[in-house]
């Protein structure tokens, strides 16, 4: 049920159906504070079996819903774990009334995580509203929608919509994101304020993990959110 990632962050694996024969990966991050308390990043399906292992692992304090898709099974893992806080990206709120949002995430990292965990808003998409993670410890990036690393398909329509969205057997940014990019060049300088952090694995929602030279990926798959960075600001 759930894989050892790297030290102090754990994942747990789904697929979700899109459409009849269109199915996506899914993955949770869980990572563990220096306190042994758990970090819940971007919550799957929640089965017993699941709930169960995770319980093994330590007490939950974190849910997080990292931007303002990746929301659907927040409440069900809230209602396993009241005691949880549930963090969420800015704008899942007026997305999600019905969710209890304890904290609305940005880029100021909340103070239990204050060493161990630094968050960055990829700016300039407000349809999404993405939060990366850093896990300091053990130097590895989280990422939600930003990237995918999707080399296992399911379904016959998938390889297809994988094309369409040129993230097909390949790391790479989707073509939605760029099409969600309503200001390139703050998107730009927040990848490069990323890009700034020590870390050398990334971690994804959507595919494999990416286990050294994380950096150098990360640069390559979102050149052209980068090279957005340069242009001039849009009128106010």
């Known amino acids: 049920m759930l894989e050892t990632i790297v030290d102090g962050v754990y994942g747990a694996s789904d697929w979700l159906r899109m459409t009849p024969g269109w199915w ?6 869980i990572l563990k504070l220096d306190s042994g308390e758990l970090a819940l990043h971007s919550p799957i399906r929640p089965t017993p079996e699941l709930i169960a292992a995770v319980k093994g692992l330590g007490s939950v304090a974190y849910i997080i819903a990292p931007n303002c898709f990746h929301h ?10 009241p005691e949880a806080a549930l963090v969420a990206a800015a704008g899942l709120r007026a997305k999600r009334p019905d969710l209890a ?10 103070e239990a995580w204050a060493g161990q965990i630094d968050c960055q808003e990829i700016r300039g998409i ?10 300091r410890p053990s130097r590895t990036l989280i990422v939600t929608d930003l990237i995918f690393n999707i080399k296992e398909s399911r379904g016959v329509l998938t390889p297809l919509m994988l094309m369409i969205t040129g993230c097909r057997n390949k790391t790479a940014q989707s073509r939605l994101v760029r099409f969600s990019t309503k200001d390139r060049r703050a998107a730009g300088e927040s990848m490069r304020e990323v ?3 020590d870390f050398d694995h990334i971690v994804m929602a959507h595919g494999e993990v990416i286990h050294g030279e994380g950096k150098e990926v990360l640069t390559e798959a979102c050149r052209w959110m980068l090279e957005g960075a340069a242009l001039p600001a849009p009128a106010p």
């Open 24 to 29: 996506f990966p899914l993955r949770m991050t």
């Open 72 to 81: 659907l099974f927040a409440g069900r893992w809230k209602e396993a774990f």
């Open 101 to 110: 949002i304890d904290l609305d995430l940005t880029t100021e990292t909340p």
């Open 126 to 135: 407000p349809g999404l509203r993405e939060v990366v993670f850093l896990h």
């Open 195 to 197: 890009l700034a952090w």
